[in-house]
């Protein structure tokens, strides 16, 4: 792997893809722009295509103290506060689009989760159409951002922290603790937008939905910033509804707390119909060739996405068009460049990059710095100085070691989520 690595870069290079540093020329840090925060992969289901692998008999979870460490890491090492250093005091200065006005203001749930409606939700939380600026007292400068974020995620929070020195917690203490953690990112990283991803089985009455979203809204908002606290919850065929309720049930109780507490409307996340973008389980055993249509068991029970036969891939874990995400971008000035990078922070305190099952780049609550470094040098971040995708990098991976099975169709059959696992991690699928 460290050989074939090393090939690949090379030849890039030779090929005047990636750029040609001269020798002793300091590359700057990554600032952060958006952070996935894994606090744990304990949860109150499983799902058949969880990435993380999550369930109730998973204990790993990062500590309250480790997850305010990881906070205030996120903020010595914030884009916002490298532009100030570069720049010069300012303010950052983002506008939504109107899309993302109005999925904000709906007042009541959607009927259906369209094709359009699933189109219009990503989009917003890629950040299209978002235009943002830094703004002095002499000047002006326009970003390629939208507002940086923290995601928490992994499991489910409402289940954070399961237990503390090897004791369960109570439901109302698990609420202290989350309802401090968000008061904490709000105080430290005012700008900075808050997603709460959630499978909303928390929501088994009207009652029990308020007690939850009032704990998490309290703290929700900056009064004197722009940043905000959104629920983005998982509404897709895998995800069972709260018990004894529907998923149309569980949703209008969400939405009624949200606005009842000032919230901005629920997002939604929902699997496209005609194929699965993650199967995360499958790292554990992959099998050989494509497989068919498959059928997979709607546990949803909902009309709101009532499709049971999907395409699924067990190898592709990307899509069947190959890899097309941005994983990061940069910012040039006349120094040079400011890399900032989307990271994901592991229960462990480690943090990995990229669809977050792969790699270590050391452990972010000791060591934030060097983890930034580590990650300069990585040869996908390396590949995004100059392009958009990791397309040309995995490509040329595949033309130099014939022993990675490619798999998948389209315009860029090689680069599937299985190419990328083969690349990093030096194994190969089994012919």
Not at 210 to 219: C, L, P
């Amino acid at each position: 792997m460290e050989i074939l690595t090393t090939k690949v870069i090379e030849t890039l290079k030779g090929r005047g893809i990636l750029p040609s540093l001269p020798e002793g020329t300091p590359i700057p840090l990554p600032a952060v722009d958006k952070v996935e925060l894994y606090l744990s992969f304990h949860c109150n289901d499983r799902c058949a295509h969880c990435i993380t692998d999550s369930g109730p008999e998973r204990q790993e979870t990062l500590s309250p103290d480790d997850a305010i460490t990881v906070i205030r890491h996120v903020a010595q090492f914030s884009v916002l506060r490298q532009l100030d250093r570069l720049f010069g005091k300012g303010e950052f200065r983002c506008a939504l689009p109107q899309q993302f006005r109005d999925l904000e203001a709906m007042e009541r749930p959607p009927q259906k989760l369209s094709d359009s409606l699933k189109t219009a939700y990503v989009d917003c939380l890629q950040g299209t159409g978002c235009t943002s600026q830094w703004v002095t007292d002499s000047s002006s400068f326009n970003l390629n951002f939208g507002r940086p974020s923290i995601r928490i995620s992994g499991g489910e929070f409402f289940m954070w922290p399961n237990m503390t020195n090897g004791k369960e917690l109570s439901e109302e203490r698990r609420l202290e603790f989350q309802s401090k953690l968000l008061r904490e990112i709000r105080i430290i990283l005012p700008d900075y937008d808050v997603w709460i991803l959630t499978n909303g089985r928390f929501a088994v009455s009207k009652e029990h939905a308020d007690k939850v979203i009032e704990a998490w809204a309290r703290y929700a908002n900056s009064p004197d910033a722009g940043g905000k606290t959104r629920i983005c919850i998982s509404v897709d065929v895998f995800h069972r509804p709260p018990p004894g309720s529907s998923v149309e049930e569980m949703l209008d109780r969400i939405w009624a707390a949200t606005r009842k507490y000032g919230l901005s409307a629920p997002f939604l996340y929902g699997i496209p119909n005609d194929w699965i973008g993650y199967l995360g389980r499958v790292f554990g055993h992959f099998r050989v060739g494509r497989m068919g249509k498959h059928t997979i068991k709607n546990v949803s029970g909902s009309f709101f996405n009532p499709v049971t036969d999907l395409m699924v891939d067990p190898l592709d874990l990307v899509g069947m068009d190959g890899c097309r995400e941005v994983k990061g971008f940069y910012l040039r000035h006349s120094s040079g460049v400011l890399i900032a990078n989307n990271i994901y922070i592991a229960p462990s305190g480690h943090m990995v990059y990229c669809c977050a099952c792969l790699g270590s780049y050391g452990n972010f609550i000791r060591e934030p710095k060097h983890c930034l470094e580590n990650l300069v040098r990585d040869p996908i971040s390396l590949m995004l100085r100059c392009a958009k995708t990791a397309i040309p990098l995995l490509n040329t991976a595949v033309e130099l070691d014939p022993t990675i099975k490619v798999l998948g169709a389209g315009e860029h059959p090689a680069v599937t989520g299985s190419t990328c696992y083969q690349l990093m991690t030096g194994k190969r699928l089994p012919l």
